[in-house]
């Protein structure tokens, strides 16, 4: 009578009876488990309590049987017991008198567990130990975990008792703390197809690679779901089971239809994936179902450009994923889409209609590859301006016509006005420290000569990168304040000069014997004003900045396409430089 749930389970659970293990060898997945329980029946190091936990279906109550046919195998204890004594049988059945298995789901009450304790005074029948195997223990009630408690502190020789949970945090500390602890692990979806295919071979029916993909995936690491759902489809399956089938008889969408609608939505063919949509719901397929694939598709797609490449995690194969979607979307993109399923999902019970729901979220997905963040759009803006100014990106003659347009309307609000001011004002202070005059005539000041001796100085005070670094400087003025000021022409040594200009200025200072304030600039090699073309002058005033010689050849060969900035971002810094003038 204990038994009632496992036998009504047996009726239609065929082949997750049929492949229950009858061997610790058999017992999938659970390697460490299955080690330690046979290393210490060999040594017969044998606990009193046992507590088995984890996940529902993967192994947790065949474990507790084995354990059981192994201690009372009537061929001796053996981590292989025969399974053909009475005893092993018996087990294997259900029906031994000595292995009494309760389901602590309906026997929760301290009742239940007094009559245990008025039991297990009983020595075993017919066996070396009466063991109980007590299933789902932490739905026992609190006054039923006291009694048993002072049970297993105690128990009598014979007596072992095995508790399975999948929920091991309900089961108090005081019995936890007395038990032999097992963790059962999930099963990987690779495995449960090996087994799959094997419970297929053995029924003599064809099995496609696929369909076994879906059901392991769908059984989501519990061994008894993956064979539960097997029977299932096996049943309408007649010889042969195919992915077809089981999307034809119940119902589901499946990862292909569902990338084949979300692709058509977000190329922006909105009628078609409609289309797709209606023929999903006219096959049955419920509302539920199409959010949940869908929300799957896209986990899958971002997974995929996070660069995972299982197709246990991915959740399909990899021949499935359509690499034109992934490479089109950003995964800021693809988290929104997801995020919108998900919600979508969330919000259909109280949905006036699901199916206008899942039509209006695949119709938006049509401006999904338009979809930007905040961070994004600034990161954006950052680069188009960096790269203008560098001469990456090229502007093409009609957007200065539009800007030459935009700055002569009297439309726009002075204070938006370009200022034609701007772009001169640079160049003639420029002008005046490009003087190549070195001040040699004022006392106590450095030029280019002295840099070998301020460099060695720094080399031996342990900074020779910064030394080294320092050889970089081209020129050395003094300004008008006395500042020096050092002028490099490499983007490279020039900024990593600046980040240390605290210990320069104090190399400087000391090799002069007096402080002495140092300012860095940026040169080019050589400068003419006039070979800046005017549409580039009208975009360092919008930018701002100085826009050099390397710039303004290549912004000379306009190119073609001017909407593709993306492609231009890759350009590496190849010539032009945006100068900076943070030390002006
Ligand atoms: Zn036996």
Redesign the pocket.
């Given at each position: 009578m204990y038994n009632l749930r496992e036998m009504q389970r047996s009726t239609y659970e065929v082949t997750a009876t049929r492949k229950r293990p009858q061997d610790f060898d058999r017992l999938v997945g659970q390697d460490f488990v299955v080690s330690t329980l046979e290393n210490a029946i060999k040594e017969n190091r044998i606990a009193h309590a046992y507590l088995f936990s984890g996940p529902r279906g993967v192994g947790k109550t065949s474990s507790a049987r084995l354990l059981a046919?192994s201690l009372?195998?009537?061929?001796g204890m053996?981590a292989h017991?025969?399974?053909?004594?009475?005893?092993?049988?018996e087990i294997a059945k259900g029906s031994s008198v000595d292995v009494i298995e309760i389901d602590g789901a309906s026997n929760t009450s301290v009742n239940d567990i007094r009559a245990i304790k008025e039991e297990i005074m009983f020595p075993p029948q017919t066996s070396r130990y009466k063991i109980y195997i007590i299933d789902e223990v932490h739905m026992l009630s609190t006054s039923a975990f006291n009694a048993l408690l002072k049970t297993i502190e105690e128990p009598p020789e014979y007596i072992i008792f095995i508790f399975a949970t999948t929920e091991l945090q309900k089961v108090p500390l005081t019995i936890r703390s007395r038990c032999q602890q097992f963790k059962f692990k999930l099963i990987s979806q690779p495995l449960i197809m090996e087994c799959l295919r094997s419970a297929s071979e053995d029924i003599g029916i064809k099995a496609d690679e696929d369909a076994l993909f879906w059901i392991a995936k769908e059984s989501t690491g519990s061994m008894r779901d993956a064979y539960t759902l097997f029977d299932q489809v096996a049943a309408f399956s007649e010889d042969h089971i195919t992915l077809e089938k089981i999307r034809e008889k119940l119902a589901i969408a499946g990862f292909s239809a569902i990338a084949e609608v979300a692709s058509a939505a977000i190329q922006g063919k909105q009628d078609e994936a409609i289309d797709r949509i209606s023929s999903l719901f006219s096959q049955g397929v419920s509302a539920e179902e199409i959010v949940r694939d869908s929300a799957d598709f896209f986990r899958t797609l971002l997974l995929y450009k996070e660069g995972i490449r299982k197709p246990e995690i991915l959740g399909t194969a990899l021949s499935d994923i359509p690499e034109s979607i992934a490479e089109m979307l950003t995964k800021e993109q693809l988290e929104a889409a997801l995020k919108a399923f998900l919600n979508l999902y969330r919000d259909l019970r109280y949905s006036l209609s699901p199916r206008f729901e899942i039509e209006l979220l695949f119709s938006r997905l049509g401006s999904l590859q338009y979809l930007s963040t905040p961070d994004v759009l600034m990161k954006k803006l950052e680069a188009l301006k960096e790269g203008v100014a560098e001469g990456s990106i090229v502007i093409k003659k009609k957007l200065t016509k539009v800007i030459e347009d935009a700055s002569a309307a009297a439309a726009i609000p002075s204070q938006m006005q370009i200022p034609a001011a701007v772009p001169e004002e640079p160049q003639p202070r420029r002008e005046e420290e490009k003087v190549p005059e070195p001040a040699e005539a004022q006392k106590k000041t450095a030029s280019i000569s002295d840099l070998k001796e301020i460099s060695s100085m720094l080399a031996n005070s342990k900074k020779s990168v910064l030394a080294k670094q320092l050889m970089d400087i081209e020129g050395i003025e003094e300004s008008e304040d006395g500042a020096l000021i050092l002028s490099l022409s490499k983007a490279l040594s020039f900024n990593n000069l600046k980040l240390q200009a605290k210990d320069i200025e104090k190399a400087f200072s000391s090799y002069l014997g007096h402080a002495v304030p140092i300012r860095f600039r940026l040169t080019e090699e050589k400068k003419e004003e006039d070979d800046i073309p005017e549409n580039m002058k009208k975009l360092r005033a919008i930018f701002g900045g100085i826009i050099s010689k390397a710039a303004t050849v290549s912004a000379s060969a306009v190119q073609e396409e001017p909407n593709d900035e993306e492609d231009n971002y890759d350009q590496s810094v190849q010539s032009g430089y945006f100068e900076n003038e943070d030390d002006e």
């Amino acid at each position: 009578m204990y038994n009632l749930r496992e036998m009504q389970r047996s009726t239609y659970e065929v082949t997750a009876t049929r492949k229950r293990p009858q061997d610790f060898d058999r017992l999938v997945g659970q390697d460490f488990v299955v080690s330690t329980l046979e290393n210490a029946i060999k040594e017969n190091r044998i606990a009193h309590a046992y507590l088995f936990s984890g996940p529902r279906g993967v192994g947790k109550t065949s474990s507790a049987r084995l354990l059981a046919k192994s201690l009372n195998c009537q061929r001796g204890m053996s981590a292989h017991p025969c399974g053909v004594c009475d005893s092993c049988r018996e087990i294997a059945k259900g029906s031994s008198v000595d292995v009494i298995e309760i389901d602590g789901a309906s026997n929760t009450s301290v009742n239940d567990i007094r009559a245990i304790k008025e039991e297990i005074m009983f020595p075993p029948q017919t066996s070396r130990y009466k063991i109980y195997i007590i299933d789902e223990v932490h739905m026992l009630s609190t006054s039923a975990f006291n009694a048993l408690l002072k049970t297993i502190e105690e128990p009598p020789e014979y007596i072992i008792f095995i508790f399975a949970t999948t929920e091991l945090q309900k089961v108090p500390l005081t019995i936890r703390s007395r038990c032999q602890q097992f963790k059962f692990k999930l099963i990987s979806q690779p495995l449960i197809m090996e087994c799959l295919r094997s419970a297929s071979e053995d029924i003599g029916i064809k099995a496609d690679e696929d369909a076994l993909f879906w059901i392991a995936k769908e059984s989501t690491g519990s061994m008894r779901d993956a064979y539960t759902l097997f029977d299932q489809v096996a049943a309408f399956s007649e010889d042969h089971i195919t992915l077809e089938k089981i999307r034809e008889k119940l119902a589901i969408a499946g990862f292909s239809a569902i990338a084949e609608v979300a692709s058509a939505a977000i190329q922006g063919k909105q009628d078609e994936a409609i289309d797709r949509i209606s023929s999903l719901f006219s096959q049955g397929v419920s509302a539920e179902e199409i959010v949940r694939d869908s929300a799957d598709f896209f986990r899958t797609l971002l997974l995929y450009k996070e660069g995972i490449r299982k197709p246990e995690i991915l959740g399909t194969a990899l021949s499935d994923i359509p690499e034109s979607i992934a490479e089109m979307l950003t995964k800021e993109q693809l988290e929104a889409a997801l995020k919108a399923f998900l919600n979508l999902y969330r919000d259909l019970r109280y949905s006036l209609s699901p199916r206008f729901e899942i039509e209006l979220l695949f119709s938006r997905l049509g401006s999904l590859q338009y979809l930007s963040t905040p961070d994004v759009l600034m990161k954006k803006l950052e680069a188009l301006k960096e790269g203008v100014a560098e001469g990456s990106i090229v502007i093409k003659k009609k957007l200065t016509k539009v800007i030459e347009d935009a700055s002569a309307a009297a439309a726009i609000p002075s204070q938006m006005q370009i200022p034609a001011a701007v772009p001169e004002e640079p160049q003639p202070r420029r002008e005046e420290e490009k003087v190549p005059e070195p001040a040699e005539a004022q006392k106590k000041t450095a030029s280019i000569s002295d840099l070998k001796e301020i460099s060695s100085m720094l080399a031996n005070s342990k900074k020779s990168v910064l030394a080294k670094q320092l050889m970089d400087i081209e020129g050395i003025e003094e300004s008008e304040d006395g500042a020096l000021i050092l002028s490099l022409s490499k983007a490279l040594s020039f900024n990593n000069l600046k980040l240390q200009a605290k210990d320069i200025e104090k190399a400087f200072s000391s090799y002069l014997g007096h402080a002495v304030p140092i300012r860095f600039r940026l040169t080019e090699e050589k400068k003419e004003e006039d070979d800046i073309p005017e549409n580039m002058k009208k975009l360092r005033a919008i930018f701002g900045g100085i826009i050099s010689k390397a710039a303004t050849v290549s912004a000379s060969a306009v190119q073609e396409e001017p909407n593709d900035e993306e492609d231009n971002y890759d350009q590496s810094v190849q010539s032009g430089y945006f100068e900076n003038e943070d030390d002006e």
